[in-house]
């Protein structure tokens, strides 16, 4: 539950001003998290969250550690699907990714840490990942990207 809240954490000081933590507390209620100041001041903590102007105004903001890390994400991804050899199956509003035995968790944190918004979700085992979306598009979008990081 901690994870989840704070990546919504995150998606949430990337995607509007948030100036304080009961505005934090709001948000997140709006997205069905009930959550003690204590813990969303333990949360800013740990996520390191800085403020920074924001029309006008001070807000929280992502410091520039996880900033990098989210691109790092990406590269590092790219270098996997360039090294590893691949293969892509959808199966309804799931993308299968088939690699080589070992591989598949390296795949999976890569694309967890590049944060794509269209990704719900991604599981791995040996040498296969599971990646979840809410929709085909997405989906489609996705698996282009991914064949295009493997060129």
Same mark, same amino acid.
């Given at each position: 539950?901690k994870?989840? %809240? +704070? %990546?919504?954490?995150?998606?949430?000081?990337?995607?509007?001003?948030?100036?304080?933590q /009961?505005?934090?507390?709001?948000?997140l209620?709006?997205?069905?998290?009930?959550?003690? /100041?204590?813990?969303?001041?333990? $949360? &800013?903590?740990? @996520?390191?969250?800085?403020?920074?102007?924001?029309g006008?105004? +001070?807000?929280?903001?992502?410091?520039?550690?996880?900033?990098e890390?989210?691109t790092?994400?990406? $590269?590092?991804?790219?270098?996997?699907l360039k !090294?590893? #050899? =691949?293969?892509?199956?959808?199966?309804?509003?799931?993308?299968? =990714?088939?690699?080589? #035995?070992?591989?598949?968790?390296?795949i999976?944190?890569? @694309? !967890? %840490?590049?944060?794509?918004?269209? =990704?719900?979700?991604?599981?791995?085992? $040996? !040498?296969? &990942?599971?990646?979840?979306?809410?929709d *085909?598009?997405? @989906? /489609?979008r996705? *698996?282009?990207?991914?064949?295009?990081?493997?060129q």
């Amino acid at each position: 539950m901690k994870q989840l %809240r +704070q %990546r919504a954490i995150r998606d949430l000081v990337e995607q509007r001003a948030i100036r304080t933590q /009961q505005e934090l507390a709001g948000a997140l209620r709006e997205r069905g998290f009930r959550t003690t /100041q204590a813990t969303i001041s333990r $949360d &800013v903590a740990e @996520l390191g969250l800085i403020k920074a102007g924001h029309g006008g105004a +001070q807000a929280y903001a992502l410091p520039p550690r996880l900033i990098e890390a989210e691109t790092s994400g990406e $590269d590092r991804l790219r270098k996997l699907l360039k !090294d590893l #050899p =691949v293969e892509f199956r959808e199966s309804g509003l799931m993308l299968v =990714v088939r690699t080589l #035995p070992g591989s598949a968790h390296a795949i999976a944190a890569a @694309l !967890d %840490r590049a944060r794509w918004p269209e =990704v719900a979700g991604s599981i791995a085992g $040996d !040498d296969t &990942v599971f990646v979840a979306f809410g929709d *085909r598009g997405s @989906l /489609q979008r996705v *698996r282009r990207r991914l064949a295009a990081l493997a060129q």
